[in-house]
């Protein structure tokens, strides 16, 4: 028997999506087309969310039938740019696979068998399974996650008030790796003046698909204006094909390659020598760490050229300080990961990029702004204030080895529930609820995750759709679309204070609701 790659995946993607959907209930999908939508006729700044960047864009209703999305105009990187993915939000309003009613599981977990239910059925039953759960085995027994960002913060509000330390983003599944990496080197998350840079080292950053409209743009602005661009990714990814020079390194390759780097700042003198006398701590530890990363040692491990890591080297020390090494976001599943973003800071920090035009600088918001002026150019953003709330004495359940404080801090661990669920390590989780998160997607071990949610007691989705995730939920919350809701002031700053706001564009699509509402109705 034969069949065709094209087959193949046909056939995937049909049983993938008969395997999440199941047999819902009239009523439960959203109607296509929407007979008549309503809201703002007028364009509307608000921010997007069709990935993580959230770009600032504007969106007004055009005759009752579709949404017109553009960047927003006011924001100097922006304007009115917007790329595909972004421009084609409107589809989520109207997708027929949309979940817009809440909905209850039927038959066993997993199985796809649903029964529409009111918001106050739902409300009711989830509150006395999490109360039973508690009086029973502890507030710390339920494990709260959610896809990080602007409304993360309201799930975990409702996990502190509820007593339960155990709140984790998917950070662990994403960018943990840098943000703990610049957080515990740069004191903060650093951003790139990459239209102003010379010289560019890409490992594995795909930017010009990724996409952040800014930061694309900005790359592109670099490029027109003659800088070199050298990309080190094992496909030909999009950011490759434009560069001046792409290396197909070996997969995991990439730490080697910027030790030996690193090495030869080091040796042939080419670091900013008073940048790390003045600003940096740890160098002659550094020093003794890269002695034996030679060209030679790295090429072994990449597939790279000693002769190019030499003189890649060399090329972009003489650019510096107007020169940069993209951070990235994320590269490995494995424990290399943190080291070669850490490794990433040190080679910028060895160019004396830092707070320089054409290479890094840290976010500035507006007390840290105003500091530096001397003087109030900036309102400073004020955080409300809960009273109240309980003291939690029970430890997290990824809170068993002094390395994983950073982490802790920084989105948590989320695969620790399977450990937590199926072993009792360190204590026995009995509940998850899950806001905009779906880790059987993004969690390598899936089998063991599947495990994990037919043992516990109780499992809450709140999503758009009915993914992998909330396929294995007892109870699924129908969320609005980011065009459907208003959300607080969120700060965006960058190299100046900026702040922005989600604005309602469109009127919810059946029994949807903003997530906060649903956290603040079920508290």
């Given at each position: 028997m034969s069949i065709s790659r094209r087959s193949f995946i046909k056939g995937m993607g049909i049983g993938c999506v008969g395997c999440t959907v199941g047999s819902l209930p009239p009523g439960a999908l959203a109607l296509n087309p929407v007979a008549s939508l309503k809201g703002q006729s007028k364009l509307t700044p608000s921010l997007c969310e069709m990935c993580s960047y959230r770009c600032p864009i504007e969106a007004q209703v055009v005759n009752n039938k579709t949404v017109f999305i553009q960047g927003?105009?006011?924001?100097?990187?922006?304007?009115?740019?917007?790329?595909?993915?972004?421009?084609?939000?409107?589809?989520?309003?109207?997708?027929?696979?949309?979940?817009?009613k809440p909905m209850k599981?039927?038959?066993?977990?997993?199985?796809?068998?649903?029964?529409?239910?009111?918001?106050?059925?739902?409300?009711?039953?989830?509150?006395?399974?999490?109360?039973?759960?508690?009086?029973?085995?502890?507030?710390e027994s339920i494990f709260f996650s959610s896809k990080s960002g602007s409304l993360s913060s309201h799930l975990?509000?409702?996990?502190?008030?509820?007593?339960?330390?155990?709140?984790?983003?998917?950070?662990s599944t994403c960018p943990a790796g840098k943000a703990i990496a610049a957080s515990v080197m740069m004191g903060g998350d650093l951003k790139m003046d990459l239209a102003n840079s010379k010289y560019i080292l890409s490992f594995?950053?795909?930017?010009?698909?990724?996409?952040?409209?800014?930061e694309t743009y900005e790359l592109m602005t670099a490029q027109e204006r003659g800088a070199k661009l050298v990309s080190f990714d094992p496909r030909l990814s999009v950011v490759s094909s434009k560069a001046n020079e792409w290396f197909a390194i070996r997969p995991g390759g990439d730490l080697p390659v910027l030790m030996a780097m690193c090495h030869i700042m080091v040796k042939e003198n080419l670091y900013d020598k008073d940048f790390i006398e003045k600003f940096t701590v740890?160098?002659?530890?550094?020093?003794?760490?890269?002695?034996?990363?030679?060209?030679?040692?790295?090429?072994?491990?990449?597939?790279?050229?000693?002769?190019?890591?030499?003189?890649?080297?060399?090329?972009?020390?003489?650019?510096?300080?107007?020169?940069?090494?993209?951070?990235?976001?994320?590269?490995?599943f494995n424990k290399d990961e943190i080291?070669?973003?850490?490794?990433?800071?040190?080679?910028?920090?060895?160019?004396g990029n830092i707070e320089r035009e054409g290479g890094m600088y840290q976010k500035k918001a507006a007390a840290k702004y105003n500091k530096l002026a001397g003087i109030d150019v900036a309102p400073e953003l004020a955080k409300p204030t809960v009273k109240g709330m309980p003291k939690i004495t029970a430890k997290r359940v990824d809170a068993t080895a002094p390395q994983f404080k950073y982490i802790n801090k920084g989105g948590g661990i989320v695969q620790s529930i399977i450990d937590s669920t199926l072993h009792g390590v360190p204590y026995q989780t009995k509940a998850w609820i899950m806001s905009r998160?779906?880790?059987?997607?993004?969690?390598?071990c899936r089998p063991d995750l599947e495990k994990t949610a037919q043992k516990l007691d109780l499992i809450v989705s709140c999503d758009v759709y009915l993914s992998e995730s909330a396929s294995y939920a007892d109870y699924l919350l129908p969320e609005s679309t980011y065009l459907e809701r208003d959300e607080e002031i969120s700060d965006v700053s960058g190299l100046n204070p900026a702040y922005a706001l989600r604005q309602q564009v469109v009127e919810p699509i059946g029994d949807t609701k903003p997530s906060w509402l649903i956290w603040m109705e079920l508290g």
């Open positions: 927003n105009r006011n924001s100097p990187h922006q304007k009115t740019r917007v790329c595909a993915r972004g421009g084609s939000g409107v589809s989520l309003i109207y997708d027929p696979k949309r979940i817009v599981r039927k038959g066993p977990r997993g199985a796809g068998e649903w029964e529409v239910i009111s918001w106050e059925q739902a409300y009711t039953e989830i509150a006395e399974k999490m109360a039973s759960i508690k009086q029973h085995y502890g507030a975990f509000h409702l996990a502190a008030a509820f007593g339960s330390p155990n709140t984790f983003t998917h950070a594995g950053h795909n930017l010009y698909e990724g996409i952040e409209v800014a740890g160098f002659p530890q550094l020093v003794e760490v890269l002695q034996d990363t030679t060209p030679e040692w790295a090429q072994a491990h990449s597939d790279v050229p000693a002769k190019d890591i030499i003189r890649i080297t060399r090329e972009i020390a003489a650019k510096a300080p107007h020169a940069l090494v993209m951070p990235g976001h994320r590269a490995t080291n070669m973003r850490r490794m990433i800071f040190t080679f910028n920090a060895l160019l998160h779906n880790p059987f997607q993004t969690v390598s």
